[in-house]
């Protein structure tokens, strides 16, 4: 029931801008860290960002100075990414920290959304 939802990937000359967004849906008791993964072909998953539900962020060196991650009251967390490189071309995915519910409180797991693709020609 609960869910990730991500929009925004796309093919990006370098030096150009792309904005990711990431929605949570279903049965949401609460939400705290939220964040982007990415993984390029041949590579582990690693992390780009995250960002607590009191507005902490939290970068990877390499985009520190480029991406800029944020969230709204409204269970959705975007990615800003700027002056992208050939670098930065992988799967990107959202995840979160969810406690499941309505009425009752489950237990907190991480969720992951289905994955989208950028990728930065030179």
């Known amino acids: 029931q609960v869910q990730l939802v991500e929009s925004g990937g796309g093919l990006v000359q370098a030096g150009g801008s792309l904005r990711l967004s990431c929605a949570a849906s279903g049965s949401i008791f609460s939400i705290n860290t939220m964040g982007w993964y990415r993984q390029a072909p041949g590579s582990q998953r690693a992390l780009v960002a995250t960002?607590?539900?009191?507005?902490?962020t939290n970068y990877t060196d390499s985009v520190k100075d480029r991406f800029t991650i944020s969230r709204d009251s409204a269970k959705t967390v975007y990615l800003q990414m700027n002056s992208l490189k050939p670098e930065d071309t992988a799967v990107y995915y959202c995840y979160a920290l969810i406690t499941p519910g309505q009425l009752w409180r489950g237990m907190t797991n991480a969720y992951w959304g289905q994955g989208t693709q950028v990728t930065v020609s030179s």
């Open positions: 960002i607590t539900s009191g507005g902490k």
